[in-house]
């Protein structure tokens, strides 16, 4: 089952202008993961925003988390035709005994960046 | 380059067949994860091992199995394969827990023809 549904599902802009992509989770998590994924290869970590943060940047990634929403953003700014990729948000699930034994991904939102 | 090795790239095989996937971790991580991608189901977490224990069990069907080996190297089993079974199956890794960032292997392509 997906945890996290991201928003668009397809996303196409031109180069230079910034991609928001957003994701809405169900249940409480510890932690929320952002991965990229080029056509048919494997997931790239790109950033983890913790539960008690609000916002996380990295180069030009800048994050938001709201939990009261369950929500998150990830912000592209002044994009490259190189960010063309599919992006991924992933929840934590912890077990009983402690410590999160898998992510849970939604179905992710194209990215296309028009040269 | 994640670190993370799945062989073979790609498999083709036909229905009611048995297949193995390998995956080495990045070396020194304990936990290793096996996903499925296919375009309708997205990306479904099957199974975590832990130092050579299962950990965490998903979506995983009976027809699959998997096992972590003492040098950490994982396998997933699947058989008697069926045509819905074609799909991306990627090995992941993290040094202990998923709430860590996993490394992921660029996959091994499954085509059940």
């Known amino acids: 089952s997906q945890q996290g549904e991201e928003d668009p599902q397809a996303l196409s802009i031109q180069e230079g202008e910034n991609a928001t992509m957003n994701c809405s989770y169900k249940?409480?998590?510890?932690?929320l993961q952002w991965y990229r994924q080029n056509s048919g290869r494997g997931l790239v970590h790109l950033i983890l925003i913790r539960s008690n943060e609000r916002e996380k940047h990295s180069g030009r990634l800048r994050v938001t988390l709201d939990t009261s929403k369950k929500s998150s953003s990830l912000l592209i700014t002044a994009s490259r035709a190189a960010d063309t990729a599919s992006y991924f948000c992933a929840t934590d699930a912890w077990n009983s005994g402690g410590g999160a034994d898998r992510l849970t991904f939604g179905k992710g939102t194209h990215l296309i960046i028009q040269p | 380059d994640s670190g993370v090795t799945q062989t073979p790239k790609h498999l083709i095989t036909a229905t009611g067949q048995r297949v193995t996937l390998r995956c080495s971790p990045r070396?020194?991580?304990?936990?290793v994860y096996w996903y499925q991608q296919s375009l309708d189901q997205g990306l479904q977490f099957l199974i975590q091992?832990?130092?050579?224990?299962?950990?965490a069990k998903g979506n995983i069907l009976e027809r699959f199995s998997a096992q972590q080996f003492p040098d950490l190297h994982s396998e997933l089993n699947l058989s008697s394969l069926e045509l819905g079974d074609s799909a991306l199956y990627f090995c992941?890794?993290?040094?202990?827990?998923?709430?860590?960032?996993?490394?992921f292997g660029s996959g091994t392509q499954l085509s059940v023809l």
């Open positions: 992941a890794s993290s040094p202990w827990a998923a709430d860590e960032k996993l490394f």
């Open positions: 091992y832990y130092n050579g224990e299962e950990r």
């Open positions: 249940t409480s998590i510890n932690n």
């Open positions: 070396s020194g991580d304990l936990s």
